[in-house]
Structure formats: C-alpha cells, structure tokens
C-alpha cells in the first residue's frame, strides 16, 4: 500500500500545476516566516494567516464535493440521488485523507509559531533553511 501511495505521490509532484502551487507556497511561507521573525507584537499572525489561506486552498475541493453531494442526495430522486450519495462518500473520504496529510505540516508550522512567539527561532532558522533550498530547486528546475 504504501509503494502505491509514494508511487502516486511522486506522479502528482511531477505535474506542472502542482510544482507551480508548490512553488508559490514555499515563496509565501517564507515570506510570512520572515515577516513573523521582525514582527514586535502578534508574532504568530503572519504565520497563521499564511496557514489559513492555502488551507482554504487545498481544503476547499472536499467541502465543495461535500456540499453538492448533500444537496443531489436530499434534493432528488432515484439516480441522482445515488450519485449524490457518491459524490458525499468520496468528499468525506477526500476530506479525511486531506485532513490526515496535512496535520503534520499545520503542527510543525504551529510549533513554528510558538517557538517565534516565546523567543526560540531554531526551528524557524531550520524551516526557512529548507524553503529557500526548495525555492532555489525550483528555480534550478525552471518552476515560476
């Protein structure tokens, strides 16, 4: 199962759309985590509106599936509201899975956040170590 997970998972990095969007959420994460580095009061806030934002991004396909499955299955009769019983189960599921990749990256950003909040940046140094050498791979590659 998991062969098949990473199989998939590098199929989806290769696709121009994902490494664009991928591109442009290192660029402004590492602007919002060197805007909560200088920031004197509500450290936290540039990091937290940057996660709130391409959470709402990634987050917004299973609530639109959710919300149109819902409404064929209660609204019709017969064939479409089996199809909307589908569209429901695969917006749960797509919402679930959404759910469970993402939690990791909202928690270290989290402990990002309250590291920066209370005076300790090592994290916040480490993270924006890694988002500037993915920035310049993606430059290196051609990604704008």
Known sequence: MTTVLAYLWTKAELTPIWRQLS???????LNALRRAKI????KAMPIFLTLF???????LPPFVMTVAGVEMLYGNEGVLSYLGGAIFTL????????SVLV??????????????TLGRTAMADKKESELVAAIAA?????VP
């Open 53 to 59: 934002i391409w959470y709402s991004v990634f987050g």
């Open 91 to 98: 917006g749960l599921v797509y919402s679930f899975v959404f």
């Open 103 to 116: 939690l990791p990256w909202a928690v270290r950003w989290y402990f990002i956040a309250v590291g920066i």
């Open 23 to 29: 591109s442009r959420r290192h660029r402004s994460e």
């Open 138 to 142: 993606a430059e290196r590659d051609g």
């Open 39 to 42: 920031a004197r009061r509500h």
